[in-house]
């Protein structure tokens, strides 16, 4: 199964709204509601930020914001801070009872 | 402290085995899915497999199919990824993750190596 399609990057400047695509197909992203984003700093292990499309875990900023329509999800940063620049994943549960990462986005704040 | 710590990485040669272990700490293991997500060298997050709180289901991307097998011991609070058959392709940072769809709690990763 191919992987989620997602930007390879995505720049803006400091309190700028940037938004991230993540396209699917009718077997995954547009079957379920178990689309998560995840961050990833450099040598780091990634970090939760979006679970279940629009859901953000305990103690993550309300800067993110996720939404989905159809076969593709978004994941939204409002106000970019320079600490925000990383790669960011989704991912979806899919028909198959797998999960399925996009290929990650590159966000630079300029 | 809620944490997961994988071992067991390393360097192997072509067709050769690993296992790796992930030990949990701080959390009800028994009471959740535990996945593996790998990450070749500059390369994004591939999902590899995940195992329910009772072991009784598995399920696994195809490309490991049949070479690779995911197990937990709930006595341990431990998660394994036996890994045989191993491909260059193959190389990566293992993770483990706690949960089935979406993981707020992963490992520091261990990196297997797989050399031709």
């Known amino acids: 199964q191919s992987a989620l399609t997602q930007p390879a990057s995505v720049s803006g400047s400091p309190g700028q709204s940037i938004t991230i695509s993540c396209t699917g197909t009718?077997?995954?992203?547009?079957?379920?509601?178990?689309v998560s984003w995840y961050q990833q700093h450099p040598g780091k292990a990634p970090k939760l930020i979006i679970y279940?499309?629009?859901n953000r875990p305990s103690g993550v900023s309300n800067h993110f914001s996720g939404s989905k329509s159809g076969n593709t999800a978004s994941l939204i940063i409002s106000g970019l801070q320079a600490e925000d620049e990383a790669d960011y994943y989704c991912?979806?549960?899919?028909?198959?009872?797998?999960?399925?990462f996009g290929g990650g986005t590159k966000v630079t704040v300029l | 402290e809620v944490q997961l710590v994988e071992s067991g990485g390393g360097l192997v040669q072509l067709g050769g085995s690993l296992r790796l272990s992930c030990a949990a700490s701080?959390?009800?293991?028994?009471?959740?899915?535990m996945s593996w997500v790998r990450q070749g060298p500059g390369k994004g997050l591939e999902w590899v497999a995940n195992?329910?709180?009772?072991?009784?289901?598995?399920n696994y991307v195809d490309s490991v199919k049949g070479r690779f097998a995911v197990s937990r011991d709930n006595a341990k609070n431990s998660v394994y990824l036996q890994m045989n058959s191993l491909r260059v392709e193959d190389t990566a940072v293992y993770y483990c993750?706690?949960?089935?769809?979406?993981?707020?709690?992963w490992g520091q990763g261990t990196l297997v190596t797989v050399s031709s």
């Open positions: 993750a706690r949960g089935r769809y979406s993981s707020v709690l």
């Open positions: 701080g959390f009800t293991f028994s009471g959740y899915w």
């Open positions: 195992i329910k709180h009772d072991g009784s289901e598995k």
């Open positions: 009718s077997s995954d992203v547009g079957a379920y509601n178990y």
């Open positions: 279940d499309v629009s």
């Open positions: 991912s979806s549960y899919t028909s198959s009872t797998s999960v399925i």
